[in-house]
């Protein structure tokens, strides 16, 4: 039996090899493409997400910052309210004393300075011009009614640096 020559079946061999590597080749090839393809969708996801990430820091990072200066506003405006309930203050009050005499007293935390009553001049005796009444200090006064003109029950007062009238109730006469 005569198969030819040796040196074509080695040839033959040695393709048919080559076309099995090749094969195999075209095959890792298809793979490694696929994997290639997949790992750049995988990075363009990637790329996605860290821009909303970045975005989400970016909308998180102001929304702090707008927190922070609503919380020092806040806090700004507390200290200002509590500066002003500290403030020393006017308190003014009449209280009857006897007979004809009513006394202006002043509770507050503050000297009423330059104290004028608007009210009722021919009820009460004339109080000086520049009146000043300390905290916790008491200034007498005398209102004398008549049939035509009674003790007002109110007195409007003003005072420096307070030049919106305050209405002081006038108690009535006891005994």
């Excluded at 927190?67 to 200290?79: K, N, P, S, V």
Aim: with cysteine; aromatic share 4%.
């Amino acid at each position: 039996m005569d198969m030819g020559d040796a040196p074509g079946w080695v040839g033959a061999g040695l393709g048919l090899a080559a076309f099995i590597v090749s094969l195999r080749s075209v095959k890792h090839s298809k793979r490694a493409a696929d994997a290639a393809e997949g790992s750049a969708t995988a990075a363009e996801q990637s790329v996605v997400e860290t821009r909303r990430s970045s975005d989400a820091a970016e909308r998180s990072a102001t929304a702090a910052e707008e927190t922070l200066a609503d919380q020092r506003r806040e806090a700004a405006e507390r200290r200002r309210q509590e500066e002003e309930a500290h403030r020393p203050r006017v308190k003014l009050r009449i209280e009857h004393r006897n007979r004809a005499v009513w006394e202006l007293i002043n509770y507050g935390t503050a000297r009423a300075e330059n104290v004028r009553c608007l009210d009722a001049p021919g009820a009460r005796d004339e109080w000086p011009v520049g009146l000043s009444v300390a905290a916790g200090d008491v200034y007498p006064f005398m209102m004398a009614g008549s049939m035509q003109d009674p003790v007002p029950s109110v007195l409007r007062v003003v005072w420096e640096g307070h030049d919106e009238p305050v209405l002081l109730r006038v108690p009535p006469r006891i005994g």
